[in-house]
């Protein structure tokens, strides 16, 4: 399945993919994740002090004859994230090919799926 994304804007506007680092976050309402239908599989509402948190990551298996790893899917991650009371709390969902979703309050190194990756972008901070 492919998904895409759409920023919503509290005047009712929106920005679909694409244009990722001209999201307007002062304005974000809502961040959707959007299947091939345009169909809503994820819709992440932000309150005041929230940021936007969204990634594709490759999924991978182990071809057994090889040892080599084969991309099969992208898995979309969105989410957010605040300080509150001097406390960085997440909240991240982990859609995947098939359309199942998984959500985490952080990501988790010990799991493949969920390690951190990469420097958040300045906007998201």
């Not at 961040?31 to 809503?40: A, G, Q, T």
Request: charge should be neutral; include cysteine.
């Amino acid at each position: 399945m492919q998904f895409t994304w759409r920023a919503v804007y509290s005047d009712g506007t929106w920005l679909d993919e694409g244009k990722y680092p001209e999201i307007d976050r002062t304005r974000l309402s809502e961040f959707l994740l959007l299947d091939s239908e345009k169909h809503v599989r994820v819709r992440m509402h932000f309150f005041p002090g929230q940021k936007l948190i969204y990634r594709k990551r490759r999924l991978g298996k182990l071809a057994p004859a090889t040892g080599e790893i084969i991309v099969v899917g992208t898995i979309h991650v969105c989410g957010f994230h605040e300080n509150r009371d001097g406390t960085n709390v997440q909240m991240l969902s982990f859609l995947f090919p098939d359309g199942h979703i998984e959500l985490m309050d952080r990501f988790r190194a010990d799991k493949a799926n969920f390690e951190p990756f990469g420097e958040l972008m300045e906007a998201e901070r």
